[in-house]
């Protein structure tokens, strides 16, 4: 392999160092480039920019494959509980039964919230969508925690702050939805492990006993797993980018789950429900949709249908699409809206649109129908994604910050006015 790369501008040839990662992956190093040539480089999207090094996750996009720190998400998805499958992203090995132990020990210890995020709460009106209310109860954290506000804190302080957002995420996360339904929050129940403590903080009532369901449990703790990080995503590079200012933990977190709102990431999961109830209430002629997400006078877009590195199958949607037959089964629920997207998918396979262009199920496509089955409303689709990605947050945070990478900054092209001078409001036109 070459490890040097030449470019040639107006007569004058540059080398650029070739640097190779553990995959054999290749990229030109152009951190000299504005130096040596003058030149900086346009991507925007970042569609062939690589921004960082990291040991966290591995994709493949054309082979559908994706590891975490070198395990494949089928075996751990299979054989792991999410609090080990967080463990391994953040801390890089999978923990022995004691450090096992201790890690859940931690985290059961840290559920609770201050008593006073309720006052917070209690200032968003109930139609507030949960994933604002989340975001903003993520970033009060840095209130009643201000020791967390300094990210060069001692290790043992920074790993107190990791176990303080994995443990609170799930009490948060389930008060913004008791928010939306306008009932009263649940305190969390340190005698479930992490899933059932969530389920039950979500749907249990003061009237009824409420009962854990291990279908359910086993359903949520694979769906955690599979989200639990991506590389360098859209709401991943925010946390790092965010995090690069010395922004605290809680705070970049904070902004990672207002870029995965955004319907084009993690609010897929929302949209491709709404999409799929459209196409129902319009009589489910999935051809006719099929259509239109080919139209390019339409705006409509197959939601949970391509992705930006997988030219091949997600590997995450082929497991929930497996889960959503078998979670339906025991749990008795016949959806209409899984036949309609197992429709779409089955035509949208076959078409010249979608297989030229190699858009196949991603992990949004699927998720919202386990997570229906499973009674979460629609609106809270995105904040499950988020309970599952924060540990991706998490170690992309903590990697970015013990590597001491630079402020993140990117450089542009000006397109804007040449020099001219002021004109006084009574010359102008
Ligand atoms: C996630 O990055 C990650 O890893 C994200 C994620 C993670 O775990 O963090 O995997 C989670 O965000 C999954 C993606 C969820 N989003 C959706 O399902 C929304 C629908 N999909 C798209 O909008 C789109 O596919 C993206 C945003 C996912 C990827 O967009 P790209 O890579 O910028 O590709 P593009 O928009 O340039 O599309 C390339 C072509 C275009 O057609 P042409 O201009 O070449 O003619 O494919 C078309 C697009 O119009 N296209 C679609 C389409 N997705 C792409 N056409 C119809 N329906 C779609 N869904």
């Avoid at 152009?30 to 003058?38: F, P, W």
């Avoid at 703790?221 to 010395?246: F, M, P, W, Y």
């Avoid at 699409?321 to 035509?347: C, F, R, T, W």
Wanted: glycine share 8%.
């Amino acid at each position: 392999m070459s490890d040097k790369a030449t470019l040639t501008y107006e007569g004058k040839t540059y080398e650029l160092p070739v640097v190779e990662g553990t995959e054999n992956e290749k990229g030109i190093d152009i951190s000299k480039l504005r130096a040596l040539s003058g030149l900086i480089t346009l991507d925007p999207g970042f569609k062939n920019t690589g921004s960082t090094r990291s040991a966290i996750t591995y994709l493949d996009g054309e082979n559908g494959i994706l590891r975490y720190r070198g395990y494949s998400i089928e075996e751990l998805a299979e054989n792991a509980s999410f609090l080990e499958v967080s463990y391994l992203i953040i801390y890089g090995e999978l923990p022995n039964k004691s450090q096992y132990e201790l890690f859940c020990k931690e985290i059961t210890e840290h559920t609770l919230v201050h008593e006073e995020i309720k006052n917070i709460l209690d200032g968003f009106p109930s139609n507030a969508h949960p994933m604002g209310v989340l975001s903003s109860l993520i970033s009060s954290l840095t209130a009643f925690y201000p020791e967390s506000l300094d990210p060069n804190r001692s290790s043992e302080e920074v790993h107190l702050s990791i176990i303080r957002i994995i443990a609170k995420i799930p009490t948060l996360a389930s008060w913004a939805f008791k928010n939306e339904i306008g009932h009263p929050v649940n305190y969390p129940d340190n005698n479930l492990e992490y899933g059932s403590n969530f389920l039950k903080m979500m749907f249990a009532i003061p009237s009824e006993v409420y009962k854990s369901d291990p279908v359910l449990a086993d359903a949520l703790n694979k769906l955690l797993i599979l989200h639990a990080d991506h590389e360098q995503n859209c709401s991943t590079a925010t946390v790092r980018i965010v995090g690069s200012s010395h922004a605290s933990l809680y705070s970049s977190v904070s902004a990672g789950i207002s870029a995965l709102w955004g319907p084009l990431h993690g609010g897929a999961n929302q949209a491709v429900i709404e999409m799929l109830e459209a196409i129902r209430a319009d009589g489910g002629d999935v051809q006719k949709y099929m259509d239109k997400a080919k139209d390019k006078d339409d705006p409509f877009r197959l939601m949970g249908f391509g992705h930006r590195v997988y030219k091949n199958f997600d590997p995450r949607a082929k497991i929930i699409k497996k889960a959503a037959d078998s979670v339906l089964a025991k749990l008795g629920v016949n959806d209409p809206v899984l036949e309609i997207a197992k429709g779409l998918e089955e035509v949208a396979l076959k078409d010249p649109y979608f297989v030229e262009r190699k858009l196949y199920p991603n992990v949004d496509f699927y998720s919202g129908i386990i997570y229906r089955a499973m009674g979460i409303p629609t609106q809270m689709f995105t904040v499950m994604f988020a309970l599952g990605r924060l540990p991706g947050w998490i170690s992309q945070w903590k990697e970015m910050r013990e590597n001491n990478e630079p402020i993140g900054r990117p450089r542009q092209i000006y397109t804007g006015a040449n020099e001219r001078s002021f004109v006084n409001i009574g010359d102008r036109k």
